[in-house]
């Protein structure tokens, strides 16, 4: 059995290649425009440069492999200048990429489930949020994001997928997630990075104290390799009874409590003037994101809490150095 990966040199795809090594597949297909980080090497990895934009390269990747499992997770995390700037270029990776992806495995016909990437951002923009975010609820008549816009296209395929019956389909909604192998990246600026992986970098290195002050806003953050887990889950579930699925920690901590954990563990905090400002907006306030659906569906439960991850990724900081 093969499993085919896309976006696999990225954070959350070097994430997902640990989960598939650790859940025992043998023959894991590695893709990505971006060379491989270098940080996860196993003989069961192969890896390959493939540009989803590419129809051709993308239907010659499938027909030459024939994956049995396929995790489309390529994408391009725009910052609101680069979504101006790039509209285009980010459409035709994120939506167009995922369109090639999907035609493809259905033409080789080979494939018989695809995890294909959401994001929780499709929650963003409500007026007034439920007491927590379930895969049910009516999402924003207006995306908050050209990035929202991809992945509820992403979604969009997902269900037209499933609808035909010719291949077991799902997409996930992720929430904020952290971990080691984040970085920064031609597709996912430092601009872009977590706040809890800034916040590790400043704890782990010094340098200048940091500024978190303003509003307890709520995340629910969930770790990488959890994130790995939950796809490797979805796809050896024996059914998928839904075609959206959330993954998450299940819990929102607040910006003050987040804080506190990165105190803990040194974080140089100052209100003077010259501290780097580091926090969350308001608008980035978010209630915790339910996963009673993947619980039920694939047994995933999340493994890493967040106050173990924090002090995990300062100490993976301090003895590799900045990235």
Not at 39 to 58: G, K, M, S
Not at 86 to 111: E, K, P
Not at 240 to 267: K, T
Not at 286 to 291: A, K, L, Q, S
Request: aromatic share 4%; proline share 6%.
């Amino acid at each position: 059995m093969t499993v085919l990966v896309t976006g696999a040199s990225g954070f959350v795809g070097a994430h997902i290649l640990e989960a598939l090594v650790a859940a025992g597949h043998e023959r894991i297909v590695a893709t990505d425009v971006a060379p491989a980080p270098g940080d996860l090497a196993d003989h069961r990895i192969d890896r390959l440069p493939l540009d989803v934009c590419n129809v051709e390269a993308v239907r010659a990747v499938m027909q030459a492999w024939r994956p049995t499992l396929v995790v489309h997770a390529a994408a391009i995390t725009p910052d609101p200048d680069e979504e101006i700037r790039d509209a285009a270029r980010i459409m035709a990776v994120n939506t167009g990429g995922a369109a090639n992806v999907v035609a493809a495995a259905l033409a080789t016909g080979s494939t018989t489930r695809m995890v294909l990437f959401s994001s929780s951002g499709v929650y963003s923009g409500q007026m007034v949020y439920p007491d927590r975010l379930r895969e049910t609820d009516p999402l924003p008549a207006a995306p908050s994001s050209l990035y929202a816009v991809t992945k509820l296209a992403c979604e969009g395929l997902a269900h037209r997928v499933a609808a035909s019956g010719q291949m077991s389909v799902c997409a996930v909604r992720v929430a904020a997630v952290y971990g080691e192998h984040e970085r920064a990246t031609e597709s996912r600026k430092a601009a872009r990075t977590s706040l809890i992986h800034r916040l590790a970098l400043a704890t782990a290195h010094g340098g200048a104290p940091v500024r978190l002050s303003g509003p307890n806003v709520r995340r629910d953050w969930v770790h990488g390799g959890d994130v790995g887990s939950a796809v490797a889950a979805l796809l050896a579930a024996p059914r998928l009874n839904d075609v959206i699925y959330n993954i998450a920690s299940g819990d929102a901590v607040g910006l003050h409590d987040l804080a506190a954990m990165f105190r803990a563990e040194g974080l140089a905090t100052s209100d003077e003037t010259g501290a780097i400002d580091l926090g969350l907006r308001p608008q980035d306030d978010r209630p915790p994101v339910d996963i009673s659906r993947i619980v039920r569906d694939a047994g995933f439960q999340p493994s890493v809490p967040l106050a173990d991850g924090v002090r995990a990724l300062i100490a993976f900081h301090r003895k590799n150095g900045p990235s």
